[in-house]
DNA sequence: GCGACTTTGTTCCTGCGTTCACAAGCGGTT
DNA sequence: AACCGCTTGTGAACGCAGGAACAAAGTCGC
């Protein structure tokens, strides 16, 4: 018995499968029922080869000479992606960023809720913010045991996101979402992915100086 | 005369320095005044030899035997970043995301200015935050004209983002770090990096599903 | 019913990024 | 002054991602 399929799908080709996701999503709010390679590699920003590449590792999900079915390809990718049904998360830290995370419409139109918010400070502890209320670290693993959220979100500064990222871990969190400008290290069985914005100012500004060395 | 070091860095290289930036500023808090790649790497959370090869890019700036030295390592980055001194950036789009980006310290630290933060919404304008006042993006021109700003940084929704994103290219930002949903277009001369949220956590739910399947 | 056109799925290839492994060079020690 | 250990810098190989071109397949028109 062959396995036609190989089982791993590249992490370039997920980040993007997430992209067409939402551009599926646009078209089918704007009534479309089929779209071809062309049109929604326009959407997503990418190379239409490149797209069609991407879906084939779903399995054959097209018709040729006519496209791809809008709902049908969604629920697909929704299901590979594995956001067919709403995910719970929790978010740690509640500054500025955090705080705009928590209320961030994008995430629960996406299929992910935040089920629980929490906080050191005890100065936050108590807010209301986006229709959840800041709570104490210390009630971090009951509220993961008894919402059973798989994701974590960190958001804290960076010299207690380690020690966020081991409770995090203890309480059962199998994925982490870090916003801290530091490595995380996690155990096996907990994936870590980081988001460092000031990163991207950088890489910004260092490209605009090269324009300007090389004109 | 040769060319001895090739003008172009990898952009993955790039993206990693301003990391090691980042370590060098605590490792120089912190009273070092050396480090090996070894140790640097493991702060950076990256492989030794990997970083030795980002650095060979600058050009031979370690003594062997001993390693590097922090202070002039670090000023070597930030010059070759365009990061050596402050550069002025300005923020469209308001909203949570826009203003928790504009209170953000680890912006100011790191030699990025807000000198104009922009909202289309009447009822935002005049609204203080992060030292700023809200202003109509009527007023855009101007302030990228007067102050000399070269980034630019798009928060508001994906319906407008690409307006925004002309308006910006017209009054002479050269550089655009784009949180909306939306592929942009922009005339050459002008990069735009893009950073999806939520693409971030649809890639986190992905591995943990898959995680789940193998298991 | 048949042909031509359209669009997908795949294959090949090129280039880039990453990793390993080794040679070169410097400081400290005897 | 010569040796030894340590660390950098670089060369080579490997694997992966991206793009272009081609074959397979289905639909529309006649």
């Known amino acids: ?80 992606l594995g956001v067919e049904h709403a995910r719970a998360c929790v978010l740690v830290g509640i500054g500025n960023l955090g705080s705009a995370l928590a209320d961030y419409a994008g995430f629960g139109t996406r299929g992910f809720e935040f089920v629980g918010l929490f906080d050191a400070a005890p100065a936050r502890i108590g807010q209301p913010i986006g229709g959840q209320t800041v709570r104490p670290l210390d009630e971090l693993a009951d509220v993961v045991a008894s919402t059973g959220a798989s994701i974590g979100v960190i958001t804290t500064p960076a010299e207690v996101a380690q020690s966020v990222c081991d409770r995090l871990a203890v309480a059962g969190v199998r994925s982490i979402l870090n916003f801290a400008p530091v490595p995380l290290v996690a155990p096996d069985g907990v994936d870590v992915r980081k988001v460092d914005l000031s990163v991207e100012l950088q890489v910004l500004a260092f490209l605009g100086q090269q324009r300007l060395v090389s004109a």
Not at 26 to 36: D, K, N, P, Q, Y
Not at 40 to 66: F, I, Q, T, W
């Open 1 to 80: 018995m062959i396995q036609p399929r190989p089982r791993t799908i590249p992490e370039a080709t997920v980040a993007r499968l997430a992209v067409y996701l939402r551009a599926l999503t646009t078209l089918a709010e704007g009534g479309r029922s089929s779209v071809s390679s062309g049109e929604l590699a326009e959407a997503a920003g990418v190379n239409p080869a490149g797209l069609r590449k991407d879906l084939s590792h779903l399995g054959p999900c097209g018709v040729r000479g006519v496209g791809y079915d809008v709902q049908t390809l969604r629920d697909r990718i929704a299901r590979v």
